[in-house]
């Protein structure tokens, strides 16, 4: 085996040599249901893609990937039910456990516990492979040879695209998780805020932070919680994990939900569109500078259980990986918007510039503890600030934005809820995530779980953005911008029981800082 390619955090409990497994076990062992033996088995595969990662099918039509509505419905449900009874199948439950028992339910779901690829770059290449495997593992056991992996179509736009399809609601099918948020199990759709993506859809490039960059920052260190997030994971990734609840709402226990796979799918589709509708790059195969991603080895399980190794640089497109989507949402087209702004300063430069300085913070404020009921905070803004905040919100540099950050972002467990998040919102106005007041949400994924980089698993605070350049501009065209101060209104939206809301308060989500910053502060110069 290769070491030196290899990336062992994508191995969780591969035939690795014993150091590097111990090590990975060390990390991950702990948020881990099922633990197998190492027992890989490279030699039988009937997988298209070679033990190199050189994929052998491309004469082959690609297979469509759609939405549930137009899904082999049935066919998914029965993998499901399959890949679920071998939890208790004596060849998973025996010492050692069969290489088949990779394909187990929670065999699946541990890889997702354990791994964390969340906040950074890795985020959605990691994933992409991850569905990859399991889509040949749902067509193999299903016996549809068929079948793809279906996307939730959350963006489509309509209530009923947000609830979650009855199939999945059904307590007699294999879909079904008793533990799902009570509101979603009845039908209630999810809020219009959880599934917004227009900041994603708009976002420039990839490599970089919310809100100016679609897939997150150059990993130098990942967790649950910490690192860069791109756009779309902070939304529509993050939120709609918390505004289905349940399992889905910890990292540790996500992919024992079914509608886990169906969400992925659709935050991988939005990445497809996103370079074939909105015409953006994944970073340039420069291997000196992108060989984090594009030289790495993903490594998961196909059909049989058998390890396999998935090069990065394969995953970004998936023409290589014999798929393709049927539908993609429309391209961005509103008038003087930051899209439009983007375009004109694209076509300008001939490419986005890359270098990025330290964000420069104008104004901030102490935390607040977030709970069930509306939390209200104010942030005094300086002259100095104002007028940086006004320039930079006018000035429209694409290239610079006015964000509100969140720092020391904590929980004593995973709170399960997210926040609408509203700038000078008047007291007696109802809010709306349609109303020009709503700047984005702070969702809680991955908060208050343990970070696997912290070797004593302790848990380390995050810190969240949320552009604020639009809502600034059309407070001031509405004559609604106070130049003296900002308050800030958190809303959380989400229907909760009882026990829900207890678990909330129990939970007690908080920030420590809260603050207005300048990106590239230099870049108008
Ligand atoms: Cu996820």
């Known amino acids: ?48 893609v070679q033990a190199s990662g050189q994929i052998l099918q491309d004469d082959a039509a690609p297979l469509e990937r759609t939405e549930w509505s137009k899904a082999q419905k049935a066919s998914y449900a029965k993998a499901v039910a399959e890949m679920k009874k071998l939890d208790s199948d004596p060849k998973c439950t025996k010492e050692p456990p069969d290489p088949i028992c990779h394909t187990s339910w929670s065999f ?5 516990a354990g791994l964390c690829q969340h906040g950074g770059w890795q985020f959605l290449p990691w994933h992409r ?35 979650l399809p009855a199939e999945f609601r059904d307590n007699k099918s294999s879909l079904w998780d008793p533990a799902r948020r009570k509101a979603i199990n009845d039908g209630d759709p999810m809020p219009a805020s959880a599934v917004k993506f227009n900041v994603a859809w708009a976002s420039k490039d990839f ?37 289905v609840g349940g399992d889905m709402g910890s990292n540790a226990k996500a992919a024992n939900d079914a509608i886990f796979w169906l969400h992925h799918a659709e935050i991988d589709r939005l990445w497809y569109c996103w370079i074939t509708v909105q015409g953006r790059k994944n970073p340039p195969n420069d291997v000196a500078v992108n060989q984090p991603w594009y030289g790495q080895t993903y490594t998961f399980y196909d059909a049989k259980g058998a390890e396999q190794p998935l090069k990065g640089d394969k995953v970004a497109d998936i023409k290589n990986l014999g798929y393709t989507y049927d539908n993609c949402p429309p391209k961005a087209k509103l008038p003087g918007s930051e899209e439009e702004l983007v375009q004109l300063a694209m076509q300008e430069s001939g490419e986005m510039p890359v ?14 503890q977030l ?5 209200r905070l104010t942030i005094d803004l300086s002259r100095q600030a104002q007028d940086d905040i006004e320039a930079a919100a006018l000035a429209r540099n694409p290239q610079q934005s006015v964000v509100l950050r969140f720092d020391d972002v ?39 779980e343990a970070s696997m980089e912290m070797a004593d698993h302790t848990m380390p605070s995050a810190h969240r953005l949320i552009g604020l350049n639009s809502a600034v501009r059309a407070l001031m065209t509405s004559g609604e911008w106070d130049r003296s101060k900002m308050s800030v209104t958190f809303v959380m939206p989400l229907k909760l029981d009882t026990q ?10 908080r920030f420590g800082t809260i603050s207005i910053v300048l990106t590239n502060p230099g870049s108008d110069k």
């Open 1 to 48: 085996m290769n070491t030196t390619e290899t990336n062992r955090i994508a191995t969780p409990f591969s035939a690795a040599p014993t150091v590097v497994l111990t090590t990975v076990l060390s990390l991950c062992l702990w948020l881990t249901p099922t633990t197998l033996t190492a027992q890989a088995n490279t030699s039988n595969s009937q997988s298209p």
């Open 410 to 448: 904590v929980a004593d467990k995973p709170p399960r809820v997210y926040y609408e998040v509203y700038i000078n919102l008047p007291e007696t106005t109802q809010p709306d995530s349609n109303s020009r007041y709503y700047v984005g949400n702070l969702a809680t994924f991955g908060i208050g």
């Open 355 to 368: 270098a990025e300085e330290s964000p420069k913070t104008l104004a901030s404020s102490k935390g607040a």
């Open 500 to 509: 829900e809301a207890a678990d909330l308060m129990q939970a007690r989500p």
């Open 207 to 243: 490599v970089g932070e919310s809100p100016d960059h679609f897939g997150g920052g150059r990993i130098r260190h990942h967790g649950i919680q910490g690192g860069e997030k791109g756009a779309v994971e902070v939304q529509p990734h993050d939120p709609v994990h918390n505004a």
């Open 129 to 163: 492979a991850y569905l990859y495997w399991f889509e040949q593992i749902i067509r193999d056991k299903s016996g549809d040879p068929k079948l793809t992996l279906p996307y939730w179509n959350y963006t489509k736009g309509g209530d009923d695209d947000r609830k």
């Open 108 to 112: 699946q779901n541990s890889i997702h």
């Open 371 to 375: 709970a069930v009921e509306p939390v």
